[in-house]
């Protein structure tokens, strides 16, 4: 039972002399999942379940006594069912421990801030009938689907709404929807099995291809059963959206004011993000504004409004992503910290791109691609991919072996496509997905492949 | 060091145990269905001090899963709303929305009648589960399981933590220098302490089962430049459980320091000596993911075809263990990562040989899995959170020990590479492939140390990449637990280090992850 409200927190938190400023947040998440087998050939659900959450936590920031220029923070969930005087003066307490540079949230915004589209309003409406209207195009689409074995498929929606309530007496609301589904078919023939998993998250319902999923995944299930393993060498690859996501929003981190202020690897103005480069120029921006983008949103955190900002031109970093705490602690004036990536197409197609090396590797899936956000390397074991050769006039599927790379090495020969495409990714728990709206495919150039 | 106190079960809750017991009628308004409520809190608080900062979080998680089991399908229910009249209308409203649920006319029921007690304890044979329960308790009598400790991690409060770093962060900077890593070059450094108190709650018509784990750990990071190094100790239990000792950091340095020079492995086929969290990823990533029996019910393991076949996929050296009831790791004083008493399914935990000499054994499940294959029920039904799906997860998965000590190994090695820091891993259950990052390697020759160390061709991790069976036909040799003597060995699990899982991409969750020392060769590395 719930024996105070966020306006109790609020006052309370007015109260503590220490207290300096806060940010209190209240989400609400509301989930549906289910999970579909083949059972005798029909779809089965395996599980079906609903889920409903409430919380609330306050980041704190107290002022420290004999400490010029430093300030304390503690960043707490509250329990509302327990008693808010004991939780808030053991929060002040912790926090009066803990040691910061100190700095100040931003003035409360003076115009009203733009409506964003970072929901689906169906979804927002009636999640169980938003489910219900996905596992039916999940039913159609396996009808549809022919040629290999269906063996699974999860579908998950939720629905994010978030308070924002600031001690400068700014308050912030903003929903967001989650939709992530997958299919998983296999294959079998000349005394081989294997299978292919698609997996595609969205914002918008309507955004998630199911149909796509479905007949990708079966395609490439077949294709399994054609598939050689890769000769060591080094060559050019083709990589698609889903890569450039992961990859660019890692990376984005160099341009971030906590890796400048904790000296951590990262670029200063004028420098250039890839070393050396000679192919197509990155031009790249953060967009929090971006219509059903991963991480759309009109303010973050501390409560700076959030614009689009271009942070690449041509190559050249023009632009940090400077929070309001890291903005003040190095002199900077705060930007846009939050938003999803967005790069500027090529000119060239893909079939251009494919033909632009006399044998090109383009990865269909990695297997679990880790990027090392601080050197900039990457590499994965390659799951499935096809060997273009230029001079055979062949395309060989291929699988297993591994691919190493580096941003700093192989794209400095960068081709992008001029095909765009918007993706989303998130990670359950955290506040924000990563999103991407740009080439759906880069050519890198000169990458280590072992057989 | 004698363990002398258990963690016990929340006072605040026990009205809330007391009350959910009263759901089941509700929950199990058919008959025929098989009803049961799974309950969680963890509080976590993580403190840390780096070169600029000293910080803390605390944060918190409760609910409560409603769950009916139909005979056809697995319904969830979950809520952090846990006033008793709003979870009885839920609960109200739940039953009469899966007795709404549409049946597939073709669908194949599959009733679960709930165990006894007798029934569930019939695998068990840890006695550190066992001495908790006594003599068979009756049907809904309350027992509670909690993990032993020393000194109370509870108790440790925010300043003595604090004050733990700070000295701890010392002993990193004055290391560093002594080695020759001047504050310079020391980039970033930070020590980081965390505490999750995890409560749970399983209830059906004959059970009423709690615990408590403390889940204890000090995270060490350093770096200079983009390189980096990291140290991590912790397990269930005190805070015994976290003594850094100056030799493990300066191991930390030392390879930071190599790193500095490392050279470019060129891919190919290496003779390789892993070591115990390495082995721990091989295991996993081989025939742990693929013997998880809801993969296997989803018709996405070949484990499962193979397991009926009887075909060999390793060698004599290919025993792999899955085991939740590791209650005292390795030689050390505390639980492993991966351990707890009984899954969030209420089913208690015990070791299962996963693949023996090479042969596949039966999977591990979670309920509906083990209904759908028609295998014994066993500890895995994990989730992320209460707000999460429940899948068939590992806990503690690891190869058995071997014969040999590391001196034995090292000389069986004779020229190759060390390989001790794992960089992530992915499973690939029905094509057979592997994947194991390798953070770096360090160079052997004659069977000693070169002190030269070794990246993937790109600078950055190596990936150790094959078939399976391959993979596991290649192990030369084992170590032993203790593998740094010659005496026998008196501990009876392998070291288990405190790891996550992610289920392919998602869903994450803690699990142990270590075993022995072990010799593989023509090993592909990239």
């Known amino acids: ?451 | 060091m004698d363990l002398d106190q258990r963690a016990g079960f929340s006072s605040d809750l026990q009205p809330l145990r007391s009350f959910l017991p009263t759901l089941l009628p509700v929950l199990g308004k058919k008959g025929d269905w098989y009803p049961s409520i799974w309950f969680e809190r963890k509080s976590n608080r993580s403190m840390s001090v780096n070169l600029k900062q000293t910080q803390v979080s605390d944060s918190f998680s409760s609910g409560v899963v409603l769950r009916i089991y139909d005979g056809y399908t697995l319904h969830e229910q979950a809520s952090d709303d846990l006033e008793p009249s709003r979870l009885r209308q839920l609960a109200e409203e739940f039953a009469a929305r899966v007795q709404g649920a549409k049946i597939h006319a073709q669908a194949i029921s599959r009733p679960y009648p709930c165990p006894s007690w007798r029934e569930r304890l019939k695998q068990v044979t840890e006695k550190e589960i066992l001495d908790q329960i006594g003599s068979l308790p009756a049907a809904n009598q309350e027992v509670h399981f909690g993990v032993r400790f020393q000194k109370d991690p509870r108790g440790l409060t925010v300043e003595e933590a604090t004050v733990e770093l700070k000295a701890l962060l010392k002993r990193i900077l004055a290391i560093a220098s002594e080695e020759g890593l001047p504050a310079q070059e020391l980039s970033y450094a930070l020590a980081r302490y965390s505490l999750a108190e995890e409560e749970s709650l399983f209830i059906d018509s004959s059970v009423n089962i709690s615990q408590t784990l403390l889940r204890v750990a000090v995270t060490l990071v350093t770096m200079s430049g983009a390189n980096r190094s990291i140290h991590r100790v912790g397990g269930l239990g005190g805070v015994e459980s976290l003594a850094v000792h100056d030799s493990e950091i300066l191991e930390m340095i030392s390879d930071l320091k190599a790193l500095k020079n490392a050279q470019r492995l060129a891919p190919g086929k290496y003779r390789v000596l892993f070591g115990p969290e390495l082995s721990g990823v091989i295991a996993h990533e081989a025939f742990g993911h693929a013997q998880e029996g809801d993969t296997c019910a989803r018709g996405r393991s070949r484990a499962w075809e193979l397991h009926q076949s009887g075909e060999k996929v390793g060698n004599q050296n290919a025993t792999i263990v899955n085991n939740p009831a590791i209650f005292k790791n390795a030689d050390r004083n505390h639980a492993a990562w991966g351990s707890y008493y009984f899954d969030e399914e209420g089913w208690f935990s015990s070791e299962q040989v996963l693949l023996k000499e090479g042969v596949l054994q039966s999977p591990m499940t979670n309920l509906t899995s083990a209904l759908r294959l028609g295998v014994p029920r066993t500890s895995n039904g994990k989730r992320e959170t209460w707000a999460n799906g429940v899948y068939t997860r590992q806990t503690n998965t690891y190869f058995s020990p071997g014969p040999y000590t590391l001196a034995d190994l090292m000389k069986k090695l004779g020229d190759g590479f060390v390989a001790t820091q794992a960089a992530g891993g992915m499973e690939d259950p029905k094509g057979m492939g592997i994947q194991v990052g390798l953070g770096w390697l360090r160079e052997v020759k004659d069977g000693a140390l070169t002190g030269r160390v070794f990246r993937g061709a790109a600078g950055g991790d190596i990936q150790l990449t094959g078939y399976v069976p391959d993979v596991l036909n290649s192990i030369v040799a084992k170590s032993k637990i203790e593998a740094e003597s010659e005496a026998p060995d008196t501990a009876r699990f392998p070291l288990n280090d405190s790891g996550g899982c992610g289920k392919y991409h998602k869903e994450f969750v803690n699990a142990g992850c270590g075993g022995p020392w072990m010799l593989l060769e023509n090993v592909t590395l990239g």
């Open chain 1, 1 to 451: 039972m719930a024996n105070w409200d966020l306006e109790a927190l609020k006052a309370s938190l007015r109260q503590q002399t220490e207290v300096k400023d806060w940010v209190v947040v209240q989400d609400s998440v509301r989930r549906c999942e289910r999970y579909f087998l083949s059972e005798s050939g029909n779809l089965a659900t395996d599980q079906d379940r609903d889920s409903r959450q409430l919380s609330v936590s306050a980041r704190i920031f107290v002022k420290l006594a004999g400490k010029l220029g430093r300030q304390g923070e503690i960043q707490k969930r509250f329990i509302q069912s327990r008693p808010l005087e004991p939780q808030v003066r053991a929060a002040v307490e912790s926090a009066l421990l803990t040691d910061h540079q100190a700095w100040s949230l931003p003035a409360k915004p003076a115009s009203p801030l733009p409506e964003l589209q970072s929901f689906d309003p169906a979804i927002a409406e009636d999640i169980h009938g938003a489910m219900n209207k996905l596992t039916g195009k999940i039913h159609q689409a396996l009808a549809q689907t022919s040629g290999a074995q269906f063996n699974s498929s999860e579908l998950f929606v939720s629905l994010h709404e978030r308070e924002l309530h600031y001690s400068t007496g700014f308050v912030h609301r903003a929903k967001q929807t989650r939709v992530y589904g997958e299919a998983a078919f296999s294959a079998q023939g000349r005394g081989i099995s294997d299978e292919y998993l698609e997996t595609r998250w969205s914002v918008m319902g309507d955004d998630l291809p199911i149909a796509e999923i479905f007949t990708e995944a079966s395609k490439r299930a077949q294709m399994m059963l054609e598939v050689k393993k890769p000769a060591t060498a080094n060559l050019a690859v083709l990589v698609d959206s889903e890569v450039l996501l992961t990859l660019f929003n890692g990376h984005l981190s160099q341009l971030s004011g906590a890796n400048r202020y904790h000296d951590l690897p990262h670029l200063k103005l004028g420098e250039p993000l890839i070393p050396s480069a000679y192919g197509d120029l990155i031009t790249l921006s953060l967009d929090p504004s971006l219509e059903g983008g991963a991480d759309t949103v009109a303010v973050s955190g501390d409560g700076t409004p959030q614009m689009k900002r271009v942070l690449v031109k041509e190559n050249c970093v023009v632009d940090l992503m400077l929070d309001q705490q890291h903005a003040q602690y190095l002199g900077e004036k705060a930007s846009v910290c939050r938003g999803s990536v967005v790069v500027e197409p090529g000119t060239r197609s893909k079939a251009e791109l494919l033909s632009a090396a006399p044998r090109v590797l383009e990865i269909l899936q990695f297997s679990g691609l880790f990027a090392d956000e601080h050197s900039g390397t990457f590499s994965s074991e390659i799951r499935l991919a096809i060997l273009h050769d230029r001079e055979t006039g062949t395309s060989t599927p291929i699988k297993g072996g591994s691919l190493s790379g580096s941003i700093n090495e192989n794209f400095r020969g960068l081709g992008l496509s001029k095909e765009v495409v918007k993706r989303s990714h998130f990670e359950s728990g955290s506040p924000a997905g990563s999103g991407y709206h740009g080439p759906a495919w880069a050519l890198l150039s000169d990458v280590s492949i072992t057989g």
